[in-house]
């Protein structure tokens, strides 16, 4: 009797696409475009991910051109930044944060050594446009304004441009060639400049909004804060920021040589450290504790290694003049609590923590209000700060506000966030409606890329970090003590370019697709199929298994239940 071999059901000599498998599954992968946590805690909404990604592919000038699509100052952030990009890494709950703001002090130095410019504006717009404040915020509003095509006029009451970046912030923390090298190429835009030119009455606010299409206030916060401890009329006591100013101008007032400087922000911080590099006994008293100071915790530590004093969580109680000038400081310990806002908080005496500080002035450097009273009665205030929406928008019509004017944040990169947020409002008010059809809008914020947009960030368990080795991020290298107090040279160093490359190559590019065809390699049913401008799973074949989703090493894929 002869058989016949019959071969299994299963068994093709063909393909198997006969056997559209998308009918077993409950869950669909797809490929998503999500911020990364550091690009949702950015202040400028900056593209992280995306310009460390150019970094780690050799391209600098690429990621330079995405970092000042949000931010003019990537040099001046790279130094100064508070960073809560880097608490907010993904890479912190691996190994360590990613040091995102030395890369981008990297990224920002490179481009003034290579002489990198910003492109002209595309298009010329008849709308004028005033900004008042030549700060961080005022110039990042120009900036955007600019390179959008309106005609930008800035008025700025001093005879110089910076602001707080100048007036406030020390060349130890900030060079001041980095600083006029990157305000300098935003002027080359070609913004109109008004220097000692201040807004000196709401007659004057008038004048503007009669001439300028819209106007940005950015005038900053100039009253300073009083302790009642302190008789300010007395030769020996001072505001900090009056000479702080005066002092990174060149000209410190004298004072004695045993100093107390109040107050636990980067401002008093910098007081402290700025009497130390001109000869004086500094001792710096805080309400706070160490760990709680708003000052940052390298700040703090800086200081103390140049021989700052810190009594922490201590308050002034009165000063005791003694004979031939010397002073007598009465302080108490307290238990400081902090509030749910910035700059509410609530402290209590500690019985029997009386102590005595000896010395020849006093400065206070505990944070100042905005004058409002230039503004006048229609633009509506939120206590001590003027009101605004969202936008930055005023209660006034077509005019809007940032900085510290409108904002207790005090940070330079909140400033600078700002004036961002409220240039792309204004363009918006100012030629949304008439845009032509077509017309490309110039980025302002974070552009997806292939895949489906998602407004969640990445969390660390959507990366596969398998595919990533346990490394450290580079060691933070400083200036050493005795040439530190010997000039103003910058104390903080910056990253060497072979460092600069390891580190971008440390980075998950959470949300971000990398192209690296784990998702079609893994497949087992040959369901994810490459595209031109990424990948795309066929519901045909996918079965959902998750197998790619779970091999992304980028978290730019998630499954989707499917109702059927």
């Not at 800035?154 to 600083?179: C, Q, W």
């Not at 004298?254 to 400087?261: I, Q, S």
């Not at 969202?390 to 409108?406: C, E, K």
């Not at 990366?463 to 104390?491: H, K, W």
């Amino acid at each position: 009797m002869t058989t016949t071999s019959v071969p299994p059901t299963a068994w093709t000599t063909g393909t198997t696409e006969v056997f559209k498998t998308g009918t077993w599954r409950a869950s669909l992968p797809r490929h998503i475009s999500a911020p990364s946590p550091c690009h949702a805690a950015c202040p400028i909404n900056g593209d992280i991910a995306q310009w460390i990604d150019h970094a780690r592919q050799h391209a600098p000038r690429a990621a330079w051109e995405i970092l000042v699509r949000n931010n003019p100052f990537p040099a001046v952030a790279g130094r100064v930044c508070h960073h809560p990009c880097e608490a907010a890494c993904n890479r912190s709950g691996f190994d360590s944060a990613l040091a995102i703001c030395r890369l981008e002090r990297h990224i920002g130095d490179l481009a003034l050594a290579e002489g990198w410019k910003f492109p002209p504006p595309e298009r010329a717009r008849s709308e004028r446009v005033a900004i008042v404040g030549g700060g961080p915020s005022g110039l990042s509003a120009a900036y955007h304004l600019r390179r959008r095509g309106y005609a930008v006029t800035l008025f700025e009451s001093r005879s110089h441009l910076g602001g707080l970046m100048r007036d406030g912030i020390p060349a130890y923390r900030l060079s001041r060639a980095v600083l006029d090298a990157e305000i300098e190429r935003i002027l080359e835009l070609g913004i109109e400049v008004r220097l000692d030119a201040p807004l000196d009455g709401p007659a004057a606010l008038a004048d503007l909004r009669q001439r300028f299409d819209a106007v940005y206030l950015a005038i900053g916060a100039g009253r300073p804060k009083r302790l009642a401890a302190l008789d300010y009329e007395k030769p020996w006591a001072m505001d900090g920021a009056e000479w702080l100013a005066r002092a990174n101008a060149g000209a410190p007032p004298a004072l004695g040589p045993r100093l107390v400087v109040i107050g636990g922000g980067s401002a008093a911080i910098d007081v402290a450290r700025s009497a130390r590099r001109r000869g004086h006994d500094v001792t710096l008293l805080s309400l706070e504790r160490a760990a709680e100071m708003p000052a940052q915790h390298e700040e703090v530590e800086e200081a103390i290694e140049e021989g700052v004093r810190l009594r922490d969580g201590a308050t002034l109680r009165q000063v005791v003049e003694g004979p031939g000038g010397a002073l007598a400081l009465e302080c108490q310990g307290v238990a400081f609590t902090p509030g749910a806002e910035r700059g509410d908080f609530r402290v209590e005496p500690i019985a029997g923590s009386e102590f005595r500080l000896e010395a020849d002035a006093v400065m206070s450097s505990i944070g100042q209000d905005p004058d409002l009273s230039v503004l006048g009665k229609e633009l509506q205030a939120r206590g001590s700060l003027l009101q605004v929406d969202a936008t930055q928008a005023t209660s006034a019509a077509r005019v809007y506000a940032g900085g510290d004017v409108a904002s207790a944040a005090r940070f330079i990169t909140e400033a600078i966030g700002m004036g961002k947020r409220a240039a792309l409002a204004i363009d918006e008010a100012l030629a949304g409606a008439n845009r032509e059809a077509g017309q490309p809008v110039l980025a302002g914020s974070r552009l997806h890329g292939a895949g489906a947009p998602s407004e969640r960030p990445v969390p660390l368990d959507a990366i596969a970090t398998f595919y990533y080795p346990s490394l450290g991020r580079p060691a933070e290298r400083r200036l050493a003590i005795a040439e530190r107090l010997a000039s103003d040279a910058e104390v903080q160093l910056g990253l060497a370019a072979e460092l600069a490359l390891a580190e971008a190559g440390r980075c998950f590019s959470c949300g971000t697709c990398i192209s690296c065809d784990n998702c079609y390699n893994y497949c087992p049913d040959l369901a994810v199929k490459r595209v031109a401008d990424g990948y795309e799973v066929d519901g045909d074949y996918c079965k959902g298994c998750g197998m790619c989703v779970r091999e992304c090493p980028t978290g730019s894929m998630e499954m989707v239940e499917e109702l059927r």
